[in-house]
């Protein structure tokens, strides 16, 4: 278990029997991935704003796949969110990520 695993999962309030660390994880993987193309080329001064923003951004991608925004394959790896849905959960976080973002905050 990692940092963010453990933290992804006490935000949530959800044990290991209901929900592995594979399952946190993977979502943790699907924010990361959709953060990364923001960052500046070194994103380590800003460690912590990152991993604030991809445990924030893991979480809102959770609680859409709850509504069916997000869903598993056919050998239960998980999509990311649907396209039109992506922007807005990225610039949700943008608050926290602001300054680790190779556009400085700005995005159109």
């Not at 278990?1 to 959800?14: G, N, P, Q, Y």
């Not at 608050?95 to 159109?108: N, Q």
């Amino acid at each position: 278990m990692t940092a963010a695993t453990d933290e992804m999962r006490r935000r949530l309030d959800v044990p290991v029997d209901l929900v592995p660390d594979a399952v946190l994880d993977q979502f943790l993987a699907v924010a990361t991935g959709l953060i990364t193309p923001w960052l500046v080329a070194d994103p380590a001064p800003y460690t912590d704003l990152v991993n604030e923003a991809t445990i924030e951004l893991a979480l809102k991608v959770w609680d859409v796949s709850t509504r069916g925004t997000i869903s598993m394959d056919a050998v239960g790896d998980f999509l990311a969110p649907a396209p039109s849905a992506t922007p807005g959960l990225v610039r949700s976080v943008f608050g926290v990520l602001g300054p680790a973002m190779a556009t400085g905050g700005v995005s159109v």
